[in-house]
């Protein structure tokens, strides 16, 4: 299977709640890093449920998946419910048709103010997907 295609199928099964599925495309050493947060999910089973014990209310949209041979970037957007939504950029390791690694850079859509200095450099808004 081809290193996007697993990264596809990681994102399907965690949207899917198909927590077999999630842990079937996961290394069991994995380990993945939110530097946001700071913290390190380390194991298959942890990283399942840090998954699976999220409050539900949420849906994932795969934006973008690219290919960099053995590193994958993937970006989805997770709206929850009485929250907002989130924009997920992620860049994955993938060897022998697992995920053995990530880095995980969650944000809040829209949930911090850009400088003043910038203003009148930038306009506010969205671009398309």
Do not use: C
């Not at 079937?24 to 530097?35: G, M, N, R, Y």
């Not at 298959?44 to 449920?49: E, G, I, K, S, T």
């Not at 709206?79 to 048709?97: H, K, L, M, Y």
């Not at 690694?101 to 910038?118: A, H, I, P, V």
């Amino acid at each position: 299977m081809e290193s996007t295609e697993v990264v596809r199928r990681y994102w399907s099964s965690v949207w899917s709640r198909d927590w077999n599925a999630v842990g079937q495309v996961l290394a069991e050493d994995v380990e993945v890093f939110w530097p946001v947060t700071r913290e390190v999910i380390r194991g298959r089973d942890n990283m399942v449920a840090v998954n699976s014990e999220h409050p539900n209310g949420w849906s994932i949209d795969v934006l973008n998946v690219y290919d960099t041979g053995d590193v994958v970037v993937s970006e989805v957007q997770v709206p929850q419910e009485d929250v907002g939504i989130f924009r997920v950029v992620s860049i994955w390791t993938v060897a022998d048709g697992v995920i053995t690694s990530g880095r995980e850079y969650w944000t809040l859509y829209g949930g911090e103010e850009g400088r003043d200095w910038r203003r009148k450099y930038v306009s506010i808004g969205d671009l398309p997907s």
